[in-house]
């Protein structure tokens, strides 16, 4: 989620957790987050190339607001691309729970809704899943320690993923060359590369991924420039070496997705679950202002 003038993320602390080793579970990460409750949580949302499932726990109850005017309580799940212009955002006190960032080529298998429904929307887990949704919060609330949520997170993910058909592999190697190459690499390369049509890789990736598969290499492009920002590069040289025409073309990109700017972009916690934010450390530690990671 990212922070827009006036927003009060300056105030805001946050005590994270990280998993004591990666996710057995392919195209999967996770960490923890609870809200100390110094001030409200009023957050935007940035469009991020992963789906993102929230799995809320304790007193609070998030609100998610989309730009259609509806409101979504309780744990959610944001599809791929969700938070155009900073229209989404998520409200609530004592807020707490697992966040989870599903590749694409997994999500379906995940969740058991098809990408394509979820392409930048915000969907309750009461919908998803119905009665399940209100199980797992439940054991989320009883378990113990983060591990310990973790692993009921894991074993979740895991028996959902072995009970669904896997994505079609040449969709999820094309992702993969996707994300890899950063966003810059051409659908015709693609298409040439797994001997498909333009038009068949186009219609089986949107099916299975969410998004076309050149609005797709933009989000990741996006991410990928964002993160460095964040990282301290200037947007000049972000720009030209992440495959914008010009500068100007990267502010645009910025604007029309965050309704932020460069400068104040790098600040977005919606960048977090990710090695940036939170490296690849374990147990409790306390975020700077401003970086919650839901």
Known sequence: MGSGTGERDETIRWDLA?????????????????????????????PHPTVTL?????????LVDDPAGGRHR???????????????????????????RLSPAVAFAALGVSPDELSGAVVTLDELWGREAARIRERLDEAPTWQHRFALTEELLARRCAEAPPAHPEVVWSWRRIVAGRGLVRVEELA????????RLWSRFQAQIGLPPKRAANLVRFDHAVHRLAAGDRA?????????ADQSHLHRDIAIRTGATPATVPGSPWL????LKWGNRAGNISSRPGRPPL
């Not at 000049?236 to 914008?244: F, K, L, Q």
């Not at 977090?272 to 090695?275: C, G, I, S």
């Open 236 to 244: 000049g040289r972000v720009a030209a070496e992440s495959g914008y």
């Open 272 to 275: 977090a679950v990710d090695a």
């Open 54 to 62: 929230a799995l809320v726990f304790g007193p609070g109850t998030p």
């Open 18 to 46: 990280c998993p004591a080793k990666p996710s057995r579970v392919a195209g999967t990460s996770m960490a923890g987050f609870r809200d100390r409750g110094d001030a409200p949580v009023d957050l935007r949302v940035v």
């Open 192 to 199: 040439a590369e797994v001997g498909w049509s333009r038009k």
């Open 74 to 100: 309780g744990s959610f799940v944001a599809g791929l691309g969700t938070g155009s212009a900073g229209e989404v955002r998520v409200r609530g006190e004592e807020i707490a729970g697992v966040q989870v």
